[in-house]
């Protein structure tokens, strides 16, 4: 899912990502969203997919991530969470009913409960009470969403997350609990806080046997493009990652040949395109040297083209993986991914 904080994947347009890259869902920060224009401006002028005009699916979270890593002077209590706004220093909290009421507002597609997202590393003892906190927080939510949602005439899905810092011992009892819930999906969260990648994957790990295998798994916040296939490998149907985008921004541009920094000079010169192997607008058009041109220039149709490359490479290779398994081939398609990677990946 490519992001799409404030209502706009930036440097692209919704006609960008629906008709050229047929982008399915997208995801929107519901912390963002609250605080600036505000869920209830988006909900008079008719909900999310109106306000942006996009006719795909929108998955938000609950904003506990960016309360978590953005704001200060949080305080976390069992209520919710209390913060002041990044923006102008208004206090706010988001309880677990309140971020429901603030994503149904929104009219979102796939929602998320309010978790508490501890940092990394964390003590065992502190990561159970974070945890247990987090189910408690669910249970809350989703005893506030079910009545709401059997008056509404929209369909919804709401997702719980699956906590426990980098203990699987506390991830396997956290899914265990959160199941209770028959939620339509689970998402593990708590990823991508900056620990080692071994770990992001083995915490997946002791979470995927336990979840039912008729509803979607949802990483969130993840990963590189050659870890893609990986998670999925790992029974994880969803990720969402603020990659593509950002790094495009900073002409760091992913392919099918590994990673290309524009700002290189090998590529002053190089009338190639940026990846001979992608069909996406910037390749079929713009030589490397145009674009490292654009990127030294500061010039904004740098971030456009180099987005909408970024985007398209990540949803290939989502397709290539879709793809091998529909063909029964999906294990030969990470061996292939992952010899390509050893190949190519730097030394730490
Ligand atoms: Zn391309």
Redesign the pocket.
Known sequence: MPVGTQATVKGLSQRDLWEDLKAPIILANTYHLFLRPGHELIRDLGGLHKFMSWPGAILTDSGGFQVFSLSDLRRISEEGVTFQSHLDGDTHIFTPASTVDVQLALGSDIMMVLDECPPWPVSHEAARASMERTVRWAERAFSHYRPKIAESPTRHALFPIVQGSMFPDLRKECTERLLELDADGYAIGGLSVGEPRPFSMEMVEASEPLLPKDRPRYAMGVGMPDELPEYVARGIDMMDCVLPSRNARNGW?F?SEGKVVIKHAKHRADPG???PA???????NYSRAYLRHLFQAGEILFSSLAT???L??YLDIMGEIRQSILLGQFPEYLKTVRDKHAGTAEPA
């Not at 069909?279 to 079929?284: A, F, G, K, P």
């Open positions: 541009l392919t395109p940026l990846d992608c069909s996406c607008y910037t390749c079929r909408r490359h970024n398209r490479r």
